[in-house]
């Protein structure tokens, strides 16, 4: 999808006109465009009557497909589902790779949320990882990794 479309898509979702959000980016969903499919993952059409199980379900799935098709903010959110939602009962250990795939698509704020999970989630080599994340988040502009590095390295009287 081209920007003004994206912009345009925002715009709509923002202002919660789902139809018309639908019918603009339809086309674009059946050709498996990363950011339609992200796009729809968000919504429900009042049409399809879906039940909140099924709209999870499909919603996961279409972030899954975004993701693949390289969409960070897509990799990130799946990441984010898993760590916290229902979701990470069924299967804790997929956050990590949904995380590390956000990360080497360039989300920064990936580093964040996932480096203050291991760090304090964690030990050893994890734990290590998670404090070079933050440190890499803090480092790209990311102020929450910031602020955690000051409450880490105070607390650590480091």
Known sequence: MENTLKEQAEQLLEKGEVEELYQLIEPFIKANDPYALFLYSSFSLESL???????????????????????????????VLYLYSDLATEEDQKSSVYFERAISQGHSHSKFTYGFSLYYEQAG?????????????????????AEELKIIYNANHL
């Open 125 to 145: 080599q994890a734990k290590a990882r998670g404090l070079q994340l933050l440190k890499e988040a803090a480092e790209e502009g990311i102020e929450l990794a």
């Open 49 to 79: 009557n879906e039940s909140d199980d099924d709209f999870e379900k499909r919603s996961v799935e279409l972030l899954k497909a975004a993701s693949e098709g390289g969409l960070a903010e897509a990799s990130y959110r799946l990441g």
